[in-house]
Structures are given as C-alpha cells and as structure tokens.
C-alpha cells in the first residue's frame, strides 16, 4: 500500500533520513519507535506529505506522490490521509462536531452530509453527548476521539498518529490504543503511529526501530 525507499532528508548540515526504505501493507497497524531526535516524526511528515525529502520516493498504491504539484498533493491528503496530533490540534472557538466536519467541508462534502457522518463518528467514538461542546469544555481523552474523528471523516485509507496518547493518563491511553484496532477491524484503516509508549508498540502489528536516521529493526 505505502513503500518509501531510499528517504533522504537534511536539515542544513544535519542529516536526519539517511536512507529510509520501508513498506506498509493494508489494514497494518505499524509503530514506530526510537529516540528522541532518531528521525521518527521527520520520516512519518514525509509519509504523510507534509515535508518533500531530498532524495527517494513515497508510493501509495503504485502513486508517486512526489511527482503531484502542490495543490494536488493537498487534495491528496486531504482524501487519503487522516492525521492525529499529541496536543489534540483542535480548532478552539468550533464545537466538536464543527471541528470534525472541517475536512469533509474542505472536500467539498456538502454541509449536511458532512454533520451527517461526523455525527456518526462522533457518536461511535463515545461521544454523541458532546457535539455542541468545545475544546475547552472537553477532558484530555475526549478532545483527542475528536480529533480521530476529525482524521477518518473522509474515510482515508492511512491513518498516521504522532505520540498519540503522549499528553493521556493511563485510562485515557489505553481507551486510545484499543480504540486505534477498532477502527481498523470495522473501516479497514491502515496505522502509522510514532510512539514512545512500549504498550502501544507490543500491540501493533509491526514495530519499526529508528536510530540514527536508519531504520535497524523491523519485527
């Protein structure tokens, strides 16, 4: 489904990809992990076509995503790819359903259809009794289904996470991480997560270990 090969990205003098080769398959739910500063979330951007790499290509299903302009690759991700933040990214002054129905309206999903679906997300996630309610009004664990709703309301085929669950208590992280394999087992989706939590990682599908910008293990 996603293949990266030969990813080189630098940062001035700092090389921080140094020839990432790694593939994807569908409906996998893959962790990767490392140390800070190994390369986990400039390669995860890269995947996710937020950042261009100096060398080597992204394939979705065949697609050489380097070779769309920029407002195509937008389009592309907009469609195909869901993202979720540590800190939520939450738009403050929209409810929880405004803030999900935001990349459907982006889309071009009329607005009824678009409350439509996102009502149902949200409902799904736990969350039909909060829809009017904003950012501010939410706990930690409620924001963070709303901005996983947010990521899958145009049903991407990818679904790429950055430490996820990293501002969570322990409820609310392990809510998070069994919720990440409901979501595949009912829509299909595929997982990228960066983490630095082991318990997300032994449960994944795959872990893939970064150091030193090379990826070093794979099981």
Not at 35 to 47: E, F, H, M, R, V
Not at 170 to 177: D, G, Q, R, V, Y
Request: glycine share 8%.
């Amino acid at each position: 489904m996603i293949r990266a090969s030969g990813i080189l990205k630098s940062y001035g003098d700092l090389k921080v990809l140094k020839g990432i080769d790694l593939e994807v398959k569908e409906k996998e739910v893959v962790t990767i992990v490392g140390a800070s500063g190994a390369g986990k979330t400039t390669l995860l951007q890269i995947i996710g076509t937020l950042d261009r790499p100096d060398d080597g290509k992204i394939l979705f299903n065949g697609q050489d995503v380097s070779l769309l302009s920029s407002r195509a690759l937008a389009a592309f991700r907009n469609r195909h790819i869901g993202f979720v933040f540590q800190f939520h990214q939450l738009l403050p002054e929209f409810t929880a359903l405004e803030n999900v129905c935001i990349p459907a309206l982006i889309a071009g999903t009329p607005k009824g259809e678009a409350e439509e679906r996102a009502t149902s997300l949200l409902s799904f996630l736990g969350m039909g009794e909060r829809l009017d309610h904003k950012p501010s009004q939410l706990s930690g664990g409620e924001q963070q289904r709303v901005a996983v709703a947010r990521a899958i309301i145009n049903s991407p085929s990818v679904i790429l996470a950055d430490e996820p669950s990293g501002n969570l208590d322990t409820e609310n992280k392990k809510e998070l991480h069994n919720l990440f394999f409901r979501l595949r087992d009912t829509f299909g989706h595929t997982f990228i997560i960066v983490t630095h939590d082991p318990q997300l990682a032994s449960m994944s599908d795959r872990t893939i270990r970064i150091k030193d910008g090379l990826i070093t293990n794979d099981t």
